[in-house]
């Protein structure tokens, strides 16, 4: 069965500098959701969208933004980056009135 | 906001014996209780969830128990094998559709052969 694809899967990048991840969901999910996991952490909630809308949002920097576009993919763009901002991010989909989350394999960030 | 607590951090079992890990919550709006395992370098696959309106559900060798009242839900795997060795994470959200998942901190379970 087709997953949530994640990409790029490895990214390193300098202090300051800006970096976009992207989320493909499932085929005929129509939800997104993004988590930030630190090192030995558990996964924690930054946003999500519905039909290109935002509809929930959690601990999300402000240098953090995030599109749902019409093909149901998602971007997770990070500005000015930090060395705090080294972490795994997940991308979730699902459907509006369904609860379950399906989680892709995530992004791996390191800020250097 | 909901606060899940996991418990134990970490737990060690022989092979074939039975693992246990608790979860409570703490806002009685949280209607749906899923369980993700994570492989190292692999994001969360989930494995079992279940409803509020249920109490107990059953897949294979994974059993997971929800006690309202409570406020504590727990995942029961029998017969284990080294590959059931990874970190589980409880999660809760409200029973309403596309919600945010709050996560427990997860377990680190390892099977000894």
């Known amino acids: 069965a087709a997953g949530v694809i994640q990409s790029p899967r490895h990214l390193i990048k300098e202090k300051r500098e800006t970096a976009t991840l992207k989320c493909y969901p499932i085929p005929r999910h129509d939800t997104v959701y993004w988590y930030q996991q630190g090192p030995g952490q558990d996964p924690q909630f930054l946003i999500s969208?519905?039909?290109?809308?935002?509809?929930d949002k959690g601990s999300i920097p402000d240098r953090f933004s995030a599109q749902q576009f019409s093909d149901y993919h998602s971007e997770l763009n990070m500005s000015s980056l930090e060395l705090g901002d080294s972490a795994l991010y997940f991308c979730a989909s699902g459907k509006r009135y369904q609860e379950t989350q399906y989680f892709g394999p995530g992004t791996r960030l390191l800020v250097l | 906001g909901e606060n899940v607590e996991q418990h134990p951090s970490t737990l060690s079992v022989q092979e074939g014996d039975s693992a246990v890990i608790k979860c409570t919550y703490s806002?009685?709006?949280?209607?749906?209780f899923p369980w993700y395992k994570q492989e190292l370098g692999k994001g969360p696959q989930l494995i079992i969830d279940?409803?509020?309106?249920?109490g107990e559900k059953k897949d294979q060798r994974i059993a997971v128990t929800l006690n309202k009242t409570a406020k504590h839900f727990s995942l029961h795997i029998t017969e284990t094998q080294p590959e059931d060795s990874a970190v589980y994470f409880c999660?809760?959200?409200?029973?309403?559709?596309?919600?945010?998942?709050?996560f427990g901190q997860g377990t680190r379970l390892t099977i000894n052969p």
């Open positions: 279940i409803r509020s309106n249920v």
């Open positions: 999660a809760a959200s409200p029973l309403q559709g596309a919600q945010k998942l709050v």
């Open positions: 969208f519905y039909e290109k809308m935002q509809s």
């Open positions: 806002d009685s709006a949280s209607n749906y």
